[in-house]
């Protein structure tokens, strides 16, 4: 079960007529900035994680150890959950902003008219 043959060759005909075999100068510094805007976002998101792994990781680890229904009812595996969410929710978070703030900051309007 696949794309039939036909279907295929027209997706790869269009996609050979629609692109240019040299991108413009513009378009150079437009996909750099797209991917210097990735890596900063990458970047950002990664430190927050750090950031965030180890904030959530002392209150997780000594709750669980002093506070008797936490000690109770946390087994390893739900200490790893708090910590791991909230590491990857500050990852995505951080990043999405820094990525949108970056995009903005590169977006250029011709005003010529």
Same mark, same amino acid.
């Given at each position: 079960m696949g794309i039939p043959s036909e279907m295929r060759d027209f997706w790869v005909n269009k996609r050979r007529t629609n692109s240019f075999p040299i991108a413009s100068p513009a378009e150079e510094r437009r996909i750099q900035a797209a991917r210097n805007c990735t890596q900063e976002g990458? $970047?950002?998101?990664?430190? #927050?994680? *750090?950031?965030?792994?180890? !904030?959530?990781?002392?209150?997780?680890?000594?709750?669980? $150890?002093?506070?008797?229904? #936490?000690? *109770?009812?946390?087994?390893? !595996?739900a200490q790893a959950l708090i910590i791991s969410a909230a590491s990857i929710a500050a990852y995505f978070i951080t990043a999405d902003k820094t990525i949108l703030e970056c995009a903005r900051r590169n977006t250029h309007y011709d005003k010529t008219t």
């Open positions: 990458a $970047r950002a998101g990664a430190r #927050a994680a *750090a950031i965030a792994c180890v !904030t959530s990781a002392v209150p997780t680890l000594v709750v669980c $150890r002093v506070v008797p229904w #936490a000690k *109770a009812n946390l087994n390893y !595996t």
